[in-house]
């Protein structure tokens, strides 16, 4: 078993406790405010606010799950959950995106007059409320280290700031054209903003959850790292993967000289190291021998038929 410990994480906790309450409150106010000012813009920003809601709810339950121990039927503990959640949240922002585009084009087709006063204000309200949270957030995660949940929810805000903003900018330019096709232009714009977040956490979950390489580590680059540690003659059988967002592992077996465990114990000190350091992978399942291999690649039986050094495949 293999756990993490999260340095600071009472004070995200607090600040996604905080996020959470006030982006709910702003979403009911999008709603109302869009309802009565027939403003799409404003609806389809609720929608965005939704979708920063359940990212901020989602980097909560991260936290929580990961202070949560493994068990003897969780050996990996609760990471998972919060990936497939993810999950569930990026197949939903991909339908509200649609949802908008299908909106967009019928307001289109039958123009309605938009209070454009009210859209800027509101879209003000949200501009402040969206930079506040992310501040909190930027702090929140120069305390708490290089926690990626709390990196992807300011990333949310952030962007939802400058879409807000954009809000602004089509409220003003609708009073100065009174040109309502602007606010369904701008709604098309929000959507592909949403759409363009869901297929981006669609794609990461979908690596994770089919154990495929974590996004930024090359599997050449890991065994060139491996292969340069002294005392490391090959590595094969090497397999790179994602337990949780957070949470990376690898599995390989290392070709060395016959020497005593005392010995190897060095080796498999460094190879950690510089995995950790350059790879940021910490769960690590190594396994050492000084046979050769008949196949390099899913190593099952080695050559020898010496008994010291049966291994099994994964």
């Known amino acids: 078993m293999h ?27 999008l709603v109302v405010a869009g309802i009565r000012a027939h403003s799409l813009a404003l609806l389809s920003e609720a929608g965005h606010n939704l979708s920063d809601f359940l990212a901020l709810l989602l980097s ?3 936290v929580y799950l990961h202070s949560r121990p493994a068990s003897s039927t969780k050996t990996y503990g609760y990471h998972r959950a919060g990936v497939l959640a993810a999950l569930v949240n990026a197949v939903s922002l991909v339908a509200v995106s649609f949802f908008i585009f299908y909106e967009a084009f019928r307001r289109l087709q039958h123009p309605e007059q938009v209070r ?18 992310a501040l909190l957030l930027y702090r929140s995660g120069r305390s708490s280290g290089s926690d990626v949940n709390i990196r992807s929810a300011l990333l949310h805000e952030v962007g939802d700031t400058l879409s807000t903003a954009a809000v602004i900018a089509g409220g003003w330019a609708i009073l100065i054209t009174g040109d309502s096709w602007i606010d369904s232009a701008l ?36 065994a060139t790292a491996i292969r340069s540690v002294e005392g490391v003659n090959d590595v094969h059988d090497l397999h790179c993967w994602s337990i949780g967002s957070e949470t990376r592992a690898l599995s390989c077996h290392i070709s060395i000289a016959d020497i005593p465990p005392s010995v190897s ?12 350091h350059n790879f940021r992978i910490d769960h690590t399942t190594i396994q050492f021998e000084h046979v050769e291999c008949e196949v390099a ?17 994964h």
């Open 60 to 62: 909560l339950v991260a």
């Open 265 to 276: 114990e060095r080796i498999l000190r460094d190879v950690k190291e510089r995995l950790h």
């Open 297 to 313: 690649h899913g190593c099952v039986i080695p050559v020898s038929e010496s008994e010291e050094h049966h291994h099994h495949s």
């Open 187 to 222: 709604s098309c714009g929000i959507g592909a903003l949403i759409l363009w977040s869901g297929f981006g956490i669609v794609r990461e979950t979908l690596n994770i959850l089919l154990e495929g390489t974590p996004r930024g580590v090359r599997l050449e680059l890991v």
């Open 116 to 133: 454009a006063s009210v859209m800027m204000w509101v879209a003000a309200a949200g501009v402040v409320m969206n930079g506040v949270i």
């Open 3 to 29: 756990g993490h410990v999260h340095g600071g994480s009472s004070s995200p906790k607090r600040v996604l406790k905080i996020s959470l309450g006030v982006t709910l409150a702003y979403i009911v106010l």
